[in-house]
């Protein structure tokens, strides 16, 4: 694995635990307006989102990979699968992909 991993994953570490951990320092109380407490809810995972998807379709394995692996766990999360069965089905399809002659 390259130093560019390792970059992303740090990243994705401190951008999750630093949204998550500012409003505890932010804010005493309990926040009472919903939709900055949805705000703070969903934060983490449009970030994240917007770090993984482009790094699926600039993936070593190729363009056709990581978009069958992107919709097989479009797919899995549409119809309410766990974390860890969208991400073992994913990396199957993503590693069966690389495999074919496309």
Do not use: H
């Not at 320092?25 to 309990?30: A, N, S």
């Not at 770090?51 to 699926?56: E, L």
């Not at 070593?60 to 766990?82: M, Q, R, T």
Request: with cysteine; proline share 4%; net charge positive.
């Amino acid at each position: 694995m390259g130093n560019k991993f390792w970059i992303y994953l740090l990243v994705m570490a401190l951008t999750t635990y630093l949204i998550r951990s500012v409003p505890f320092c932010l804010f005493r109380q309990k926040i009472r307006n919903k939709k900055l407490q949805n705000f703070f809810d969903y934060i983490p995972y449009a970030v994240l989102t917007s770090m993984t998807v482009p790094a699926i379709f600039t993936s070593e394995a190729g363009i056709v990979s990581g978009i069958a692996a992107f919709a097989v766990a479009c797919i899995l999360a549409y119809k309410n699968k766990s974390l860890l069965i969208v991400a073992v089905f994913s990396v199957l399809v993503s590693l069966v992909a690389g495999f074919l002659p496309l």
